[in-house]
């Protein structure tokens, strides 16, 4: 989206030769007893009576001549794009300019334009979105026009498989929603289109996290947060490459579906193994249809967290291949496969030895960070700072007997051999 909260429109001659343009564009496909008709009725709109002020000086006739072309706007018209484009661009410069924006008739003049803009969206959809992209850098950043005007421009790019063009991010989202004079539900509303126009256009990974804000824009107690919090649940264990659940249990909607038969699911991702998982799936076997998941998808997801978790557990030292194959339930050959895996997710990092058969651990991450991990950071530390200590002593003792190249060899040797202990608080 353009970034200037303001359009400048360009336009020859006075209000009425304007005003009378749209009125011709407005009624080009009419049959003609009909033009002449409407363009009778114009001339009486604007006729000025003997002692009358002008109509550039009369702000009810100008409405009620802009209204009379408003009225008629039911389509884009028999034109070319550029012929549409200035149509709309001008008559929405006038409309501006005649109404306040927090006015109930612009509010309702918006709304039916908008309605004519989004309908039948394959035509002419370049001019569409352009058309719309106006308005809203038209309206004043923090008029309430602009909900709905953006919600229109994201029907119209969902529609054409164009979101891209949008370059919508989480932080637009949240300074518009600070700016614009909205209620609650209507910041929610907003934010639901935002998901279902991404699930539209078949990109899940983005819906999810524009779901975290919609889900936490949901009072735990409305009627919505259950069936939200349930979908997030939902779309967060479908996606192949989402690994990181904290988030979702930050959110009061979600912790207050405890009782429902996902979040005990999400709770197996997020503290436990392959055995819980498949005792969950023994326990509820109607719910891989109903939310659409995939045993082998979540089978591999929780093999990956699992290893990551024992990662966590070894950072700094070697993880035997017994131990790996043993916890993720596969044969020993198949674990270098697995490694692979994990490393290629980002959830570790870390060396592997055919000879020793493992794996040594550079970082991994945990699932979620409370007190437990919290401790075994601090022992880490504290092994870190007396391997550190051990080698500035070292140090010293080569220094005082100037010995300058026997220091170079002692921290190398210290480095080679592992006594320094690399952390990872991820």
């Known amino acids: ?182 209620s609650g539900e209507e910041r929610s509303q907003f934010l639901k289109s935002i998901v279902d126009a991404f699930i539209q256009s078949g990109q899940p990974e983005t819906a999810y996290h524009h779901t975290l804000s919609y889900v936490s824009s949901l009072s735990s107690s409305s009627p919505e947060s259950q069936s939200a919090a349930v979908d997030a649940i939902a779309l967060a264990l479908r996606l192949p490459s989402l690994f990181d659940f904290d988030p979702l249990f930050k959110l009061d909607a979600v912790v207050s579906a405890k009782d429902h038969e996902l979040f005990s699911l999400l709770q197996v991702f997020l503290n436990s193994g392959l055995p819980e998982l498949h005792s969950w799936l023994e326990s509820h076997p109607a719910a891989l249809e109903k939310y659409e998941l995939d045993r082998a998808q979540l089978e591999r997801k929780i093999r990956l967290l699992s290893f990551a978790s024992l990662g966590f557990a070894h950072v700094g030292h070697d993880l035997p291949y017994s131990e790996v194959a043993s916890t993720l339930q596969i044969e020993l050959s198949e674990v270098e496969k697995w490694a692979i895996d994990v490393i290629r997710t980002g959830l ?48 010293t003792s080569a220094q005082k007997r100037g010995n300058g190249s026997g220091v170079g060899e002692v921290v190398q040797q210290v480095t080679q051999t592992g006594e320094s202990v690399q952390v990872d608080a991820t």
């Open 1 to 182: 989206m353009p970034t200037a909260d303001s359009v400048s429109v360009f336009a020859e001659g006075t209000f009425e030769e304007q005003i009378q343009e749209l009125v011709d564009y407005a009624t080009r496909s009419s049959p003609e007893d009909e033009r002449a008709t409407a363009s009778q009725s114009f001339r009486d709109i604007i006729k000025s009576d003997e002692g009358a002020k002008p109509i550039e000086e009369d702000q009810e006739r100008k409405r009620n001549a802009l209204t009379f072309v408003l009225d008629r706007t039911k389509s884009l018209g028999d034109g070319s794009e550029q012929e549409i484009e200035g149509y709309f661009n001008l008559l929405f410069s006038h409309l501006l300019t005649l109404w306040p924006t927090n006015s109930p008739e612009i509010k309702d003049y918006v709304s039916s334009l908008l309605g004519v803009l989004t309908s039948s969206p394959s035509e002419h959809p370049s001019v569409r979105y352009r058309v719309i992209s106006n308005l809203f850098n038209a309206t004043p950043c923090n008029s309430a026009l602009r909900l709905p005007i953006y919600t229109a421009l994201l029907k119209v790019a969902a529609n054409n498989g164009e979101l891209e063009t949008l370059r919508l991010s989480r932080k637009n989202v949240e300074q518009w929603l600070q700016e614009w004079d909205i």
């Open 348 to 395: 570790l990092s870390g060396k592997l030895s055919q000879t020793t058969q493992s794996l040594h651990v550079y970082r991994s991450s945990a699932r979620t960070f409370e007190r437990e991990q919290w401790e075994a950071l601090e022992k880490r530390l504290v092994a870190w700072k007396a391997g550190l200590a051990s080698v500035l002593e070292v140090v």
